[in-house]
């Protein structure tokens, strides 16, 4: 269970997240993690560019582990929105290896990569409304910015999941590669980034980050509301308990 770096040539960092039998969802501590090492590698010169995947074959990664702490917090909302980079002006180009399920935070996560591939199995979704889960990550602002309003908002209020074809036509991912072939595609592709000038490059990657932080910093204030008066309501006992239940939430 750990968020595991591994370099790849002189100027490429391969980030895996890695807790399988939960389909790499995310503790406190591994999102703790993975913040400090966004960090990290935005302060490596070496290195040019990142990959991001998930470990196995079952799940790029389906976000926050909600069988553990769910007390909130504004230690814990920056806690969050650094490991998804969120609010992040952030430098380094990040190629996305969807080698599977990446669903809730998981997809807000792929939300700040720049590139990227899914394999045909994966699965896309943002299924926090159905548990009475306020998406905390970045989807009600990011996602419309991305994909458009229409398919944005399919997704965000029908909680469905839909397959990487379906992914790949919507633009939330440029391709659909086989599972064999992804990594192999993503480490082409992030060579191919570093083999260019990495300072107009981070300086590109830059601008384009901070104009989507500054767009989520300004709706942050209500983010926070909104989600805690969800977390405040009836509906959220029951959609939780329903989540660890393995039923379907009774909503009254």
Same mark, same amino acid.
């Given at each position: 269970?750990?968020?595991?770096?591994?370099?790849?040539?002189?100027?490429?960092?391969?980030?895996?997240?890695?807790?399988?039998?939960?389909?790499?969802?995310?503790?406190?501590?591994?999102?703790?993690?993975?913040?400090?090492?966004?960090?990290?590698?935005?302060?490596?010169?070496?290195?040019?560019?990142?990959?991001?995947?998930?470990?196995?074959?079952?799940?790029?990664?389906?976000?926050?582990?909600?069988?553990?702490?769910?007390?909130?917090?504004?230690? $814990?909302? &920056?806690? *969050?929105?650094?490991?998804? !980079?969120?609010?992040? %002006?952030?430098?380094?180009?990040?190629?996305? #290896?969807? =080698?599977?399920?990446?669903?809730?935070?998981?997809?807000?996560?792929?939300?700040?990569?720049?590139?990227?591939?899914?394999?045909?199995?994966?699965?896309?979704?943002?299924?926090?409304?159905?548990?009475?889960?306020?998406?905390?990550?970045?989807?009600?602002?990011?996602?419309?910015?991305?994909?458009?309003?229409?398919?944005?908002?399919?997704?965000?209020?029908?909680?469905?999941?839909?397959?990487?074809?379906?992914?790949?036509?919507?633009?939330? $991912?440029? &391709?659909? *590669?086989?599972?064999?072939? !992804?990594?192999?595609? %993503?480490?082409?592709?992030?060579?191919?980034? #570093?083999? =260019?000038?990495?300072?107009?490059?981070?300086?590109?990657?830059?601008?384009?980050?901070?104009?989507?932080?500054?767009?989520?910093?300004?709706?942050?204030?209500?983010?926070?509301?909104?989600?805690?008066?969800?977390?405040?309501?009836?509906?959220?006992?029951?959609?939780?308990?329903?989540?660890?239940?393995?039923?379907?939430?009774?909503?009254?």
């Amino acid at each position: 269970m750990e968020i595991r770096l591994a370099r790849h040539g002189p100027h490429i960092q391969i980030v895996t997240i890695d807790n399988q039998p939960r389909l790499n969802a995310m503790t406190r501590a591994m999102l703790a993690e993975l913040g400090d090492l966004w960090d990290e590698l935005e302060h490596d010169d070496t290195c040019r560019a990142i990959v991001l995947t998930g470990a196995g074959e079952r799940a790029f990664t389906v976000g926050a582990d909600i069988s553990g702490d769910l007390s909130a917090g504004e230690e $814990v909302a &920056r806690m *969050v929105n650094h490991a998804l !980079l969120k609010t992040d %002006a952030y430098s380094k180009p990040i190629v996305a #290896a969807v =080698n599977g399920d990446c669903i809730g935070g998981g997809l807000e996560l792929m939300l700040a990569s720049d590139i990227r591939a899914a394999t045909p199995t994966a699965r896309f979704g943002l299924t926090e409304v159905k548990w009475s889960i306020y998406p905390f990550g970045g989807s009600t602002t990011k996602l419309i910015q991305q994909i458009g309003f229409v398919h944005a908002m399919d997704l965000l209020l029908t909680a469905r999941l839909i397959a990487a074809d379906e992914a790949a036509r919507l633009g939330l $991912v440029n &391709r659909v *590669v086989e599972s064999e072939k !992804l990594m192999g595609w %993503a480490l082409e592709t992030a060579e191919r980034i #570093a083999a =260019n000038s990495p300072s107009a490059v981070q300086a590109v990657k830059r601008q384009v980050s901070a104009t989507a932080a500054d767009h989520v910093l300004s709706r942050e204030k209500l983010e926070q509301e909104l989600g805690d008066r969800v977390r405040a309501s009836r509906d959220f006992a029951e959609g939780v308990a329903a989540f660890r239940e393995k039923r379907q939430p009774r909503y009254e």
